[in-house]
């Protein structure tokens, strides 16, 4: 009944692998050489790109994929028709105004001009020196390799590009509401995943991302009055100045030099983002492990004090994400003023500013949070969304509560407000299976409570199935054991199992790839001179075990276990201060589950889950007497 997540904090010293533990499990590796020159006038940009691209894969791979992300800002894309076409497109990047007394809302994508629109066009690809066709479908280039690519060899792929940044509408862009210049994200062409499953050349179409594990080592050309934070690590600080230099070191510019070139390296990451303005205030501290803390942020005295409020709390962050789940592995941080809301990259996370201190907390924590669950545990945005954002939504928020010190009563579910999305979602009679495909969902809302709500339930009731202590264990071994490869959900569910003794693939299914839901009753309570009969009901199609409290007239409890036969195994008792009983197994194809309690006391009132853990649709038939 008690709130014990936050008391849980195990501490980490664990060394850095980079193996996945799956035997035969290989990955992709790319190492990318870029130059950018940017006119921060027109906002267009030239790029050249160096990739050697190493096929650890078993397959002769004939042909390759780039995504070109900045040709979805385009009108008559397809997450221009997307937005047109869905019921609750993203408010962020649609117009509404009243037309025949009636409210329309239009595509800020398909109203776009030639100026305004975002592209990468590509100029040449040569696969090491010899031209290659190449054909560009939408955000994808299609490219027939010149030489097959067998396993275990390499090639270098030699691109040169040219760019247009659109205007500010979703993830990345410029001149965002809040004035922010350049949002650079999803900005350069990116080689499409290849993995066990094949190509993941998806479309752009608003969703989130997977990408090739590699190096980055990039040279940016921009205006000198321009501060960037970015991924990775600047390597010519103290040329640069604009607050990167070390302390005893003075950086003075000739006036006539008009551009400046920033040159970054980042090591072992699967994206490259960065953000530039010309009013930035740029602030650094220390934080846990010397990692550097860096803060970017508009040069307005209502920004300020917010932005300075955050830094020492984004420092309590990195400690209670690296106790909880794992060291962070880099050495720096950027937190970025720019976008449209929040949104993780490597070593990076772009958002707006213009929040109160809570909220900048609030959305820096998710971010932050992002850094162990997409950018060292990458998994596959496209097909299990829900891993990256509930996970992080779930730690994030047990963060928060710790460092905003905020208190629950004992009998309150901390995270009540994700059940109560996922009640509602239900309540819709529109969810679809967590195993739908990101781009595919029906409306943005299901998909929302689906990634971050019913994703981070997976985990708190998982909580109750196996124990909190065994789910926080499972984990920091799910984090020790894959980061820096692609996990999939059967590798958390088997690390579950591992951590725990449990069988646990019933589990995985049913919540994941079905839309079943949980609804156990107390069906009859019959008081007899051999004791008190109850029967339960399981009226919903998902299989759980129970925890259950008896309240005896002389106001004492004793607890009841009933375990679900598909786990093969019984939880350790969560209410140790209560005499428990363990009764048999509940076979899932009984619909109902007969136990009696011996003579000798009356019983007062049972209650189903009292932790309310577990995302029971009906709560009106988890008590005795029946009460709402």
């Not at 707006?352 to 998710?366: E, K, P, Q, W, Y």
């Not at 059967?490 to 994941?512: I, P």
Request: with cysteine; hydrophobic share 35%.
């Amino acid at each position: 009944m008690k709130r014990i997540f936050l008391s849980i904090v195990l501490c980490t010293s664990t060394l850095f692998a980079q193996k996945n533990p799956n035997p035969g499990y290989w990955q992709q590796h790319v190492d990318y050489k870029m130059d950018i020159d940017m006119d921060v006038k027109n906002f267009q940009y030239d790029g050249k790109q160096e990739l050697v691209y190493t096929n650890n894969s078993p397959d002769t791979l004939k042909r390759v994929f780039y995504h070109l992300y900045f040709n979805a800002f385009q009108p008559g894309s397809a997450m221009d028709y997307r937005l047109q076409t869905i019921s609750d497109p993203d408010k962020r990047m649609v117009r509404s105004f009243t037309k025949d007394n009636k409210t329309v809302k239009e595509s800020k994508i398909s109203t776009l001009k030639p100026n305004e629109i975002g592209y990468i066009n590509v100029l040449e690809l040569k696969q090491d020196g010899t031209k290659v066709n190449n054909k560009v479908v939408g955000t994808i280039l299609e490219v027939d390799l010149a030489k097959p690519l067998a396993p275990g060899a390499k090639t270098k792929l030699d691109m040169t590009f040219k760019g247009q940044v659109p205007l500010q509408i979703r993830r990345s862009g410029r001149n965002s509401d809040e004035g922010v210049a350049l949002s650079m994200s999803q900005w350069y062409p990116k080689l499409a995943e290849y993995d066990f499953e094949g190509w993941h050349a998806d479309p752009y179409i608003g969703r989130e991302f997977h990408g090739v594990w590699g190096n980055f080592d990039v040279k940016i050309s921009i205006d000198k009055n321009y501060t960037i934070g970015s991924t990775g690590y600047l390597q010519n600080k103290n040329e640069i100045g604009h607050g990167y230099q070390d302390k005893d070191v003075t950086v003075k510019h000739p006036k006539k030099l008009k551009k400046l070139t920033w040159h970054f390296v980042a090591p072992n990451v699967h994206d490259f983002a960065w953000g530039a303005d010309n009013e930035f205030a740029h602030d650094m501290i220390l934080g846990p492990n010397n990692v550097e803390l860096h803060f970017f942020y508009k040069k307005d005295k209502e920004y300020s004090e917010r932005w300075k409020l955050l830094q020492p709390k984004t420092a309590d962050l990195l400690k209670f994400f690296n106790e909880n789940i794992g060291e962070y592995p880099y050495k720096q941080y950027s937190v970025i003023q720019g976008g449209d809301g929040g949104m993780e990259y490597p070593m990076a996370t772009l958002i707006t500013g213009n929040r109160s201190s809570a909220s900048l907390i609030g959305v820096t924590a998710h971010e932050l949070a992002h850094m162990w669950f997409q950018h060292n545990l990458a998994t596959n945005e496209g097909k299990h969304f829900w891993m990256d954002e509930g996970f992080t939504s779930f730690i994030s928020d047990l963060a928060v509560s710790q460092i905003m010190e905020k208190k629950y009563q004992e009998d309150e579910n901390p995270f009540q407000s994700m059940y109560n999305n996922y009640f509602y979602m239900v309540s819709t009679g529109k969810e679809q299976p967590q195993s739908t495909h990101a781009d595919r969902f029906d409306l943005n809302t299901i998909y929302s409570i689906s990634a971050y709500s019913k994703g981070a339930i997976f985990l708190t009731q998982l909580g109750y199935i196996i124990g909190n202590d065994k789910m926080m264990q499972t984990l920091q071994q799910y984090y020790n054991d894959y980061k820096f490869t692609h996990p999939t959900p059967n590798d958390f569910k088997r690390t579950a199992e591992k951590v725990s003794g449990a069988t646990l693939d019933w589990y995985l299914t049913e919540w994941t790839q079905t839309t079943n839901t949980i609804d156990y009753g107390i069906k009859t309570v019959e008081n007899t001179t051999k004791g008190t009969n109850i029967t339960l009901e399981r009226v919903g199609r998902m299989p759980m075990p129970l925890d259950i409290f008896v309240v005896f007239e002389d106001d004492s409890v004793e607890t009841y276990y009933i375990s679900n036969t598909l786990m093969r195994w019984n939880k350790e008792n969560p209410y140790k201060q209560y005499k428990r009983n363990v009764l048999q197994a509940w076979e899932w194809a009984q619909p109902t589950y007969n136990f009696t309690i011996p003579a000798g006391k009356k019983v007062k009132q049972i209650i189903i889950d009292p932790s309310q853990m577990m995302a029971d649709t009906n709560k009106e038939n988890n008590v005795y007497p029946a009460t709402k």
